[in-house]
């Protein structure tokens, strides 16, 4: 049968929008095949019965035309006319294709001939394109602005870039990408024209965006390459900044700028000079014959005698189970896991995915990560003849190729995490000077370069290492005692000092000095934990709370490297407005986020429900499909120990339930059972509940939950236990707090707040959670029939039937599933739409 609408009131075109706005907002309706029927809601109350009485008598009712109704079994669907079709999306999308302004006129005119609208109705041109182009780029810019509203330590990060000019014509001008990030966050404020790429322009750049944004006070560091431009003492950006800010920052020198400078210079010192653009001869050979090669005839360092007598087997085993857990985790960008992938090759293992071999492409010599990836494969395919290596270079090849397995790979893949900074830094130093008794050449060249690169043991950021738990308690005891140090200069400097001769028995402790102090003033941390024994930092509150912010600091530039390869790829004539390029580039990154960045976490598809609560905060239920999970877990009950096993080990690697502070004191009462006369200072009680002990909060728990009846397994491992009241399967993670229920925490790198999630390992659990939290059916409800019987009854024989269905439709919306939602909705100022869900298709 066809449900009509609940209203016969015309929708406007706003109204229309929103419908479509709503259709397109969840991918499991896509993907399902769910249609929406959405049309503007009138009062949930009995008087709507009234003003459907008066709409029965109005001629000029909307009645859809045949051909806009199309069946969906239970439901049906509204075609979206010209003025429902969502611009926004449409418009946005067209700035992500980098569709040219003359393109873009051709491909609407096109797909509006397909859909069969009418060219007149819709009236497209070049120029009303290109205004709402404009339009809704100014628009979603401004919503980005307008939203940014951080309140965590920032880190402000910059990278120029030469560029042509808008319209593509004239000399290269200079841009100035600035971007700040923080906990879980990272936004691009502009990217400007510069006059020159002076370090007092950059700064001047800087210190507009941050005040512009009004980000000045919650900046503390600041990230960029280690360019003179930037790092200079006297005209360096850095200086500029801190003069502008009136107060000194943390200046966190781009780790991967600085480790990326050895094997830059270790292949034109030793392997082969690159002139110009190309990154050499050898390396262009290889490119040209590649196809030619036979990519089984390769050997591996294990076949060559003066390799294998570098590569012990515990030298072996160490970058083997490195590498391996490296792989483990997401790597952003492909050339990295391509690069751990021929480091288990080159020692003799073969990588999770197999041995494969990637086309090499062509490289500009800015790319290192192309001269380690040249050289590994030159020397294994060179190694058994496939590929000829001159005798001149094969020697340089070798010894790179060995210096960046045994000693490289590590340092460069612990690069972004911050609190390890010393220590790696230190640790590389020795490591270098160590391969002297293989190679003296490489490791003179690696340590000249390096010794220039020492910002992370400088006075202020050498204090990381107080973070770093790989640190031993007698070497944080030791530069707790250095804290009262006399420095050699009054002020501290950017970047550490050390002779060659001094590295073997150079130690941590000794960059530690009284201005190592300065380093919890400019984050505004509490150091009052240095004056307890470091044995007690584990489990101090002060020093948790410090670990917390400094783990959160950013130490590599990507983001402004990533920001400045957006300004390049839409600096292609979209646009020559100025205004309205940075508007560009603020929604186009927006989509990065959300069409790239997401779906690295192989989510592949989702649906949720927003629920609104009168007793409690708004949220989301929802179910998520993960790419690779594991196949017919519902066959567990007669699968074998290693499947068991396999679907263990999948979910253990997603979910945590480990309490990091479990000795924190729990509170008497959990902050929802607090009452309205208990609040004495309501900005601190407020305060209190937000961060203090939230049940959503991941370090500490209630109480409460022992005896709230919920079930509180407690597996000193990750296991798969059987449930007797289910007979299924239930997945348990690591547990060590026995006030912590099997759900809690999933910390997620993109997500605040905590996430209770559990895996589905059978059907009917399916079906109760999408019962009980996502549709939230209630128990009390009425069902269809008792509510077709009500209305029938109360209905005279002369009433419509329209009139009678709309009755129905009414009544079937329970008052937990509309109330409050309509109050929230209202209160956010946000339409509220009658949605009818229909299934195209039966699902699988």
Same mark, same amino acid.
């Given at each position: ?14 109204e ?7 259709a ?5 309706r ?21 003003a ?16 806009e ?6 439901g049906?669907l ?16 067209l700035d992500?294709?980098?569709? *040219?302004? #003359?393109?873009?006129?051709?491909i609407?005119?096109? $797909?509006? @001939?397909?859909? !069969?609208?009418? /060219? ?5 041109s ?24 951080p309140?965590?330590v920032?880190?402000v990060?910059?990278?120029?870039k030469?560029t ?12 100035q ?12 404020l ?5 006059? *020159?790429? #002076? ?6 750049e800087? $210190?507009? @965006?941050?005040? !512009?944004?009004? /980000? ?11 360019t003179?431009?930037?790092t ?20 966190l020198?781009?780790?991967h700028?600085?480790l ?5 210079h ?12 190309d ?6 050979r ?18 060559d005698?003066?390799? !294998?007598a570098? /590569?012990?087997a ?17 790597q952003i960008?492909g ?5 751990l992938?021929l ?24 790319r ?25 270079v094969?020697p340089g ?8 397995v ?7 893949f ?14 590389l ?6 391969y ?12 000249s ?6 910002w992370?043991?400088?006075p202020h ?10 640190v ?5 005891t ?12 009054k ?7 050390l002779?060659?001769d ?70 292609c ?34 649906w949720?429900?927003?629920e609104?609560?009168?007793?409690g ?15 017919n ?12 096993r ?12 480990v309490n990091?502070?479990?000795n ?16 004495e ?32 397994p407690r ?10 009241k ?13 006030l ?39 128990v009390?409800?009425k ?5 077709c ?5 109360a ?10 269905i ?8 329970v008052e ?11 209160m956010t ?14 699902p699988?």
């Amino acid at each position: 049968m066809e449900i009509a609408s609940p209203n016969d009131i015309p929708p406007t075109r706003s109204e229309k929008r929103m419908a479509v706005n709503s259709a397109r907002g969840s991918k499991a309706r896509r993907r399902t095949g769910l249609q929406i029927q959405a049309r503007a809601s009138a009062s949930l109350t009995e008087e709507s019965d009234t003003a459907s009485d008066r709409d029965d008598d109005q001629s000029g009712s909307y009645t859809p035309d045949d051909e806009e109704i199309v069946q969906t079994g239970i439901g049906v669907l509204l075609t979206p006319t010209p003025s429902e079709i969502d611009v926004t999306s449409v418009m946005t999308n067209l700035d992500r294709g980098k569709i *040219s302004l #003359s393109d873009d006129f051709r491909i609407l005119v096109s $797909l509006s @001939q397909a859909a !069969k609208l009418d /060219l007149k109705k819709l009236k497209i041109s070049r120029s009303s394109i290109y205004r709402e182009r404009c339009e809704v780029r100014e628009t979603e810019a401004a919503s980005i602005r307008a939203g940014f509203k951080p309140d965590c330590v920032l880190t402000v990060h910059m990278d120029g870039k030469k560029t042509l000019p808008l319209n593509g014509k004239g000399e290269k001008i200079e841009r100035q990408p600035v971007l700040v990030t923080g906990k879980d966050l990272s936004q691009l404020l502009a990217s400007n024209i510069l006059p *020159s790429g #002076s370090g007092k322009a950059i700064a001047t750049e800087v $210190l507009a @965006q941050l005040d !512009k944004y009004g /980000l000045s006070l919650q900046v503390k560091c600041v990230c960029s390459g280690t360019t003179s431009t930037n790092t200079g003492w006297r005209t360096g950006a850095v200086k500029f900044i801190e003069d502008g800010l009136g107060r000194t920052v943390l200046y966190l020198a781009c780790r991967h700028h600085a480790l990326e400078i050895i094997p830059k210079h270790l292949f034109d010192a030793v392997v082969e000079k690159s002139s110009g653009p190309d990154i050499g001869k050898t390396c262009k050979r290889l490119e040209t014959e590649w196809k030619t090669l036979d990519k089984t005839k390769y050997l591996q360092a294990t076949d060559d005698a003066y390799c !294998k007598a570098v /590569l012990t087997a515990e030298v072996t085993e160490r970058i083997s189970k490195f590498v391996r857990h490296s792989l483990e985790k997401e790597q952003i960008r492909g050339d990295y896991q391509y690069f751990l992938e021929l480091v288990l090759i080159f020692i003799g293992e073969t990588p999770p995915k197999g041995v494969h071999f990637r086309p090499p492409i062509a490289l500009n010599s800015a790319r290192f990560m192309g001269r380690i990836i040249y050289c590994l494969t030159i020397f294994m395919f060179g190694l058994s003849g496939e590929f000829v290596v001159e005798d001149d270079v094969r020697p340089g090849i070798r010894d790179v190729t060995l210096f960046v397995v045994t000693t490289y790979v590590e340092p460069w893949f612990s690069a972004t995490m911050p609190t390890v900074g010393p220590r790696v830094d230190l640790q590389l130093l020795k490591d270098i000077v160590a391969y002297g008794a293989i190679s003296k050449q490489v490791s003179s060249i690696a340590c000249s370069a390096y010794l220039n690169h020492l910002w992370y043991l400088s006075p202020h950021c050498v204090a990381l290492a107080f973070f770093d738990r790989d640190v031993s308690v007698s070497t944080r005891t030791k530069m707790v005692q250095n804290l009262s140090k006399v420095p050699s200069t009054k002020t501290a400097p950017k970047r550490a000092e050390l002779g060659k001769d001094s590295i073997a028995g150079a130690v941590l402790e000794d960059f530690v000095n009284s201005k190592t102090r300065e380093f919890f003033n400019i984050l505004e941390i509490d150091s009052s934990f240095l004056d307890v024994s470091p044995t007690e930092w584990p489990t101090n509150a002060k020093y948790l709370k410090a670990l917390d912010i400094v783990s959160a600091l950013h130490v590599v530039n990507d983001v402004a490297e990533r920001a400045v390869r957006l300004t390049s790829d839409y600096n292609c004539g979209l646009t020559q407005s100025e205004k309205s390029f940075q508007d560009l580039l603020l929604v186009g990154l927006q989509i990065y986020i959300q069409e790239v960045l997401e779906p690295k976490y192989k989510v592949i598809d989702y649906w949720y429900r927003i629920e609104y609560q009168h007793r409690g905060s708004p949220h989301v239920h929802g179910l998520f499909w993960f790419e690779g999970a594991p196949k017919n877990v519902e066959n567990l009950l007669n699968g074998t120990e290693e499947e068991k096993r396999s679907v263990k080990t999948y979910f253990e690697q997603l979910l945590c339930a480990v309490n990091p502070n479990i000795n924190v004191e729990m509170p008497k009462k959990h902050s929802c059972e607090v009452r309205y006369g208990e609040v004495e200072d309501f900005e601190s009680d407020i305060r209190w509940v937000r961060v203090g002990w939230g049940r959503d909060n991941p370090v500490t728990y209630w109480a409460g939950y022992e005896s709230a009846g919920t079930s509180c397994p407690r597996p000193e491992a990750a296991e798969l236990k059987f449930n007797e009241k289910t007979c299924n399967y239930d997945f348990l993670p690591e547990r060590n707090d026995p006030l912590l229920n099997k759900y809690n925490p999933f910390i997620s790198s993109t997500w605040r707040a905590n996430i209770d999630i559990c895996p589905i390992l059978y059907k009917s659990a399916v079906i109760d959670y999408i019962t009980k939290c996502v549709s939230k059916a209630e128990v009390n409800s009425k069902t269809l029939m008792d509510i077709c019987e009500q209305v029938c009854n109360a209905s005279s024989s002369c009433d419509p039937a329209r009139r009678v269905i709309q009755k129905i439709l009414i009544k079937n919306c329970v008052e937990r599933d509309v109330s409050a939602q309509e109050v929230c909705h209202i209160m956010t100022r946000v339409r509220e739409l009658r949605v009818i869900l229909g299934q195209s298709k039966k699902p699988k």
